[in-house]
C-alpha cells in the first residue's frame, strides 16, 4: 500500500511517494504538466496507490477543480475520475486550507489566520477549530481584494488586486512592466531606481492592508504569516507587527500574536493531513 501526497504551488509541483517505509521525492515545474497526466502515470506505475492527497493552489470544490492558474487541468472533476478509475481515495484542498491544517496541528489554536506570500497572495482562516470555507470553498481570497490600479492584469481579469502589488508573479509584472531586471526583496529594498522604490512601498503596503483585512475581518487569536517570500525575508513579519495598527481595527489587535510559519511546505504537510 502506497500513499502519494502532491503540493501543487505556483511556481513547483512537489510530490512525496510513500513507499514500503521509503519516501520518493520529486520536484518538477506545475506550468509543464498536465495534471491528468502526473496522475495517471504514477497510478501505472505504483499500482498499490490506495491514497492521494494534493494540495492545489487554485480554486477546488468538493474535488472539482475551479480554477487553475498554474498547471493544465484535462478534467476538473478529478477526484470523481481518477477515483473511479483507479479505485483509489482521492483528496484535494485549496494549498492555503492545506497549510492551515498543518499550522493548527502545530499550534492547537482555535482562531487562526494565515497569510501566505509567495508566487501568490494567499489566505485561511480557522474559526473555533473549523475551516472557513464559504459556500464553494472560496472564503477568504485576499490576494484579489482591490488594492491599487495597475496598468496590467490579474490571473483573476481584474486589474486592482493586492496580489498585483504583493506576491512574487506580481512583482515580476512590476519589474517587466518598468524594464526592471528580476530583484529579490532585499534588492528592491536597497535599490536607489525611483522605480524600484514605488514597487516596493506598493509591496509593502499591500502586505499590510492584507494582514490588517483578515485581522479586521476574522478577529483571530494568531496571524501566521508564510509563503517562501515572507520566510526569506522574515524582517516583513517585523514590519507587519510595527504598522497593522495603522491599518487594522485596534480592538482586533489586542491580544493578537502575529508569528512566522515553522513549516518549510505547510501545504505539504496538510495534503497529508487531509
Ligand atoms: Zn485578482
Not at 2 to 19: C, N
Not at 52 to 67: E, W
Not at 127 to 138: A, I, P, S
Not at 248 to 273: P, T
Request: hydrophobic share 35%.
Amino acid at each position: 500500500m502506497s500513499k502519494l501526497y502532491i503540493d501543487i504551488g505556483g511556481t513547483y509541483l512537489r510530490s512525496e511517494l510513500l513507499e514500503k517505509g521509503k519516501v520518493h521525492k520529486e520536484k518538477i515545474l506545475s506550468h509543464r504538466v498536465s495534471l491528468n497526466e502526473y496522475l495517471e502515470k504514477r497510478l501505472k506505475r505504483y499500482p498499490d496507490i490506495t491514497l492521494i492527497g494534493i494540495s492545489f493552489a487554485g480554486q477546488v470544490d468538493h474535488g472539482k477543480i475551479l480554477s487553475a492558474p498554474n498547471i493544465t487541468v484535462e478534467k476538473a472533476d478529478i477526484k470523481r475520475y481518477i477515483e473511479k478509475k483507479y479505485g483509489v481515495v482521492l483528496k484535494i484542498d485549496n494549498d492555503l486550507n492545506c497549510a492551515l491544517l498543518a499550522e493548527k496541528q502545530h499550534t492547537e489554536e482555535k482562531n487562526m489566520a494565515l497569510l501566505y506570500i509567495g508566487t501568490g497572495m494567499g489566505s485561511a482562516v480557522l474559526e473555533q477549530g473549523n475551516v472557513v470555507r464559504g459556500e464553494r470553498n472560496l472564503a477568504y481570497e485576499i490576494g484579489h481584494v482591490p488594492f491599487k490600479k495597475a496598468p496590467f492584469k490579474c490571473g483573476c481579469g481584474k486589474d486592482n488586486c493586492l496580489e498585483l502589488f504583493s506576491s512574487g508573479s506580481g512583482l515580476e509584472k512590476w519589474y517587466a512592466y518598468y524594464g526592471l531586471p528580476p530583484m529579490t526583496i532585499e534588492e528592491l529594498k536597497c535599490s536607489g531606481d525611483k522605480h524600484a522604490k514605488k514597487i516596493y512601498k506598493n509591496f509593502l503596503e499591500g502586505i499590510l492592508r492584507a494582514s490588517a483585512t483578515i485581522v479586521t475581518l476574522s478577529n483571530p487569536k494568531v496571524l501566521i504569516l508564510g509563503g517562501g517570500i515572507i520566510i526569506s525575508n522574515p524582517f516583513l513579519k517585523e514590519k507587519v507587527e510595527k504598522k497593522i495598527r495603522k491599518y487594522a481595527l485596534s480592538s482586533n489587535l489586542e491580544g493578537l500574536d502575529i508569528a512566522l510559519s515553522q513549516f518549510k511546505n505547510a501545504s505539504m504537510e496538510g495534503a497529508k493531513l487531509l
